[in-house]
């Protein structure tokens, strides 16, 4: 984690911009631009801003520019009981009630501030976070996005987010419905309940560990050509394993 403050420089046009990581506090807000990576800039109130620094449950962190926010994550780690309806399936029914996940619900960088790794180093922030507070019993980090918010879509996905589910009219903005996405970054063997394919993908990997000497050989054979005739790849010898990612 990152220790109460910390700084970094970074090169723009020719100049030097010191960029400090700190905790945010409560009464700490000071920002001349919205944080938010939507195109529509939703600005939050100052409620807002003090209930995720005051409280316990978000973590949060800023990072500052002669005083100034530029960026800022703000993320919950919650039991899987308390994720969202919509996203219920994000992880499968075979982890305990008390695995967690991580839900981001703000993270962004003033615009002028972008390109320099700032919400890159953001996130990995939340990750150590992660890895110091819930350790392995956290299975998965997730946030929703605008389906036309091409930026942060390419942010998350340049980080192996994964696109999980598409949600029609989730958000209000001005009064004005539009559609998001659920995206999903799988941590310590988290991931979503199985479908018909992974289960046939698995007995064909199965299968394919499986020595001809050991079964039947020609049971072999016919199990190995029905599967074929199912999958969609030529030599199931060559998986080795599942792909827990799902992209809708």
């Not at 420089?9 to 919205?34: E, H, M, N, Q």
């Not at 926010?69 to 009630?97: P, Q």
């Not at 559609?179 to 999903?184: A, E, L, M, P």
Request: proline letters at 4%; glycine letters at 8%.
């Amino acid at each position: 984690m990152f220790p109460r403050r910390t700084e970094r420089r970074l090169g723009d046009t020719g100049t030097r911009k010191k960029i400090a990581y700190r905790k945010a506090v409560p009464g700490g807000r000071k920002c001349g631009a919205s944080l938010s990576w939507e195109k529509s800039s939703r600005e939050y109130p100052d409620s807002w801003y003090r209930e995720i620094t005051s409280n316990k449950k978000f973590f949060s962190l800023a990072a500052t520019y002669r005083g100034a926010i530029v960026g800022m994550i703000v993320a919950e780690i919650k039991n899987r009981t308390k994720i969202h309806k919509e996203d219920g399936d994000i992880l499968a029914s075979s982890f305990s009630v008390d695995t967690q996940v991580a839900y981001i619900l703000s993270l962004g960088v003033v615009k002028e501030f972008r390109k320099h790794g700032i919400g890159s180093l953001l996130l990995e922030s939340l990750k150590d976070h992660i890895s110091t507070t819930a350790q392995d019993h956290c299975k998965a980090i997730y946030l929703h996005v605008l389906t036309t918010n091409n930026t942060a879509i390419n942010f998350y996905e340049n980080r192996d987010f994964k696109q999980h589910h598409y949600l029609p009219y989730y958000y209000s903005i001005r009064g004005v419905l539009k559609d998001g996405f659920t995206y999903v970054l799988y941590i310590n063997g988290g991931h979503p309940p199985w479908t018909i394919l992974d289960y046939i993908q698995h007995l064909g990997s199965a299968l394919a560990s499986l020595s001809p000497c050991s079964i039947p050989h020609r049971v072999y054979r016919q199990a190995h050509s029905l599967l074929c005739s199912f999958l969609p790849w030529s030599g199931i010898s060559s998986k080795s394993g599942i792909e827990y990612s799902r992209t809708m």
